[in-house]
């Protein structure tokens, strides 16, 4: 039977200011629970809140991304529900007048082609705190309360689990080009809501929402699992709709939590404590200038100007810093394919550890990379050498340029001269069953001699011109 998948995500990205939404209070991952416990979060007596200016100018930035019209009213709006980890049993969000509407977004689905998502809005809330589960109480961590978020809101236009999570692999990517997030789902820096639903044709039936996913990994397996399930109820006839639900990354398995909540039940009510923010044309056009090209736009461009693979092309670009390295060196090296080559090749084996920006951005680095490239190029060094003994030396050599490390290393190739023809000359007089094999049309021989010659030598020559002087020999003693 087939079925057709609808998933929607609501994806709450934690922005990149240094104090909260509301508050001058300041937040930082990793610190011990309830350090920062801010009294205007807490919603203490007496207590205001204030915007925080650059988390508008951020959530308004990541709206003009997703090509969403900026409203020029913007407002706050309570969501009242009761929860443990909402301090005040409100939260501060935007419904009526969010900042961004109606929208789309490019993105790069599994199977590296650009697809676009709709994006219903994009707009601003205060995190919650953190349920913290143990085995027979819940504690509460209320350090990231208050922590501005903005969260982007899409159409139920994703087919499949995989293209969920390649959506929001993108998102992570691109809101640390915007400079708004970290985009680190490691440390909740990025979560998401997933709505999903299955549909038989002339069918429709109601959503479930799976909460709290803080890892593609965990949102893949989450909507594979809904999915399976959907499908058996379509089977027994036992239609559960209207729940949310909760992934269990020890279990792997899906918890049914309560009755989803509709937008009545939140008593959402204007918040009378926050002024509308007006916004005027000029703001608007200032940030979108500071808007970059966009990784799928990159991403398309790379594909187009150099010729590259899809897979070659999203390795390029999906990492800026990686991009910039490439199109600052790509005018300098001779043979282009021969860089792209060490880029997707034993560029990828560098140690993780290491730090890979402080390289990439390194002017002296970009030079000795472009004098690796061409002195392969030149046949002045063999690619083996170059790639297994030279390349892993390039980023600690200090002030040696990749010439100088070469040839200390004895890894330069020398010209064919007398040295290596008396070598060629004298192996074939070692060897005279093989010559003679070789006669009778034993080919696979050259390969033997070639072997033989490059050891001999001690890889100092460049192998296209041992085989060419070889053949020459060859013939002359037939």
């Known amino acids: 039977?087939?079925?057709?998948?609808?998933?929607?995500?609501?994806?709450?990205?934690?922005?990149?200011?240094?104090?909260?939404?509301?508050?001058a209070e300041p937040y930082a991952y990793g610190q011990s629970p309830n350090r920062f416990i801010d009294p205007v979060t807490l919603g203490l007596p007496g207590t205001l809140p204030s915007i925080n200016a650059r988390a508008i100018d951020q959530a308004i930035t990541l709206a003009l991304a997703a090509?969403?019209?900026?409203n020029r009213r913007i407002t706050f709006d309570r969501k009242n529900y009761f929860y443990p980890d909402l301090p005040k049993g409100y939260q501060i969000t935007q419904k009526t007048n969010p900042v961004g509407i109606k929208g789309s977004l490019d993105y790069i689905d599994p199977r590296k082609k650009i697809r676009t998502l709709e994006i219903k809005q994009v707009h601003l809330e205060e995190d919650s705190g953190k349920s913290i589960y143990q085995q027979h109480r819940i504690s509460i961590d209320y350090n990231r309360a208050g922590v501005?978020?903005?969260?982007?809101?899409?159409?139920?236009?994703?087919?499949s689990p995989g293209e969920a999570a390649a959506f929001v692999d993108y998102l992570k990517i691109l809101v640390r080009e915007l400079g708004i997030s970290t985009g680190k789902m490691e440390t909740g820096a990025i979560r998401c809501?997933?709505?999903?639903?299955?549909?038989?044709?002339?069918?429709?039936?109601?959503?479930?929402?799976?909460?709290?996913?803080?890892?593609?990994?965990?949102?893949?397996?989450a909507l594979t699992l809904e999915i399976e399930r959907q499908k058996n109820e379509y089977n027994t006839h036992t239609f559960k709709r209207g729940y949310t639900l909760h992934f269990d990354d020890q279990k792997n398995i899906n918890l049914f939590g309560r009755k989803k909540e509709s937008a009545a039940e939140y008593g959402y009510i204007p918040e009378p404590d926050i002024l509308p923010v007006y916004l005027s044309r000029k703001k608007e056009e200032k940030l979108k200038r500071k808007i970059p090209e966009l990784p799928a736009q990159r991403y398309q461009r790379f594909m187009e100007q150099y010729q590259l693979s899809a897979d070659r092309a999203y390795w390029l670009t999906m990492n800026k810093d990686l991009s910039c390295f490439f199109e600052s060196i790509y005018p300098g090296t001779?043979?282009?394919?021969?860089?792209?080559?060490?880029?997707?090749?034993?560029?990828?084996?560098?140690?993780?550890?290491?730090?890979?920006?402080?390289?990439?951005?390194?002017?002296?680095?970009?030079m000795n990379i472009i004098s690796l490239i061409n002195m392969i190029t030149r046949n002045e060094i063999s690619r083996e050498s170059a790639y297994q003994n030279l390349w892993p030396m390039l980023p600690f050599s200090e002030n040696k340029t990749t010439f100088d490390l070469a040839k200390s290393?004895?890894?330069?190739?020398?010209?064919?001269?007398?040295?290596?023809l008396e070598v060629i000359r004298t192996t074939i007089a070692e060897f005279p069953e093989?010559?003679?094999?070789?006669?009778?049309?034993?080919?696979?021989?050259?390969?033997f001699f070639m072997g033989f010659i490059i050891n001999k030598t001690k890889k100092r020559y460049q192998p296209q011109k041992i085989k060419r002087l070889l053949l020459e020999e060859l013939r002359k003693s037939c």
């Open 409 to 420: 290393g004895g890894w330069l190739l020398r010209k064919p001269g007398d040295e290596l």
């Open 434 to 447: 093989e010559v003679s094999a070789y006669r009778n049309g034993k080919s696979k021989i050259l390969g």
């Open 193 to 221: 809501d997933a709505n999903i639903s299955l549909s038989r044709p002339d069918e429709t039936h109601g959503h479930n929402e799976i909460k709290n996913l803080n890892s593609t990994r965990a949102l893949k397996k």
């Open 148 to 159: 501005p978020l903005a969260e982007v809101v899409t159409s139920p236009g994703l087919s």
């Open 67 to 70: 090509q969403c019209s900026i």
């Open 1 to 23: 039977m087939d079925f057709t998948i609808r998933i929607g995500l609501e994806v709450h990205i934690q922005l990149k200011t240094a104090t909260r939404l509301f508050s």
């Open 334 to 366: 001779e043979d282009k394919q021969e860089l792209i080559h060490f880029l997707t090749g034993p560029y990828r084996s560098l140690d993780k550890k290491i730090n890979r920006r402080k390289f990439l951005t390194d002017k002296r680095f970009k």
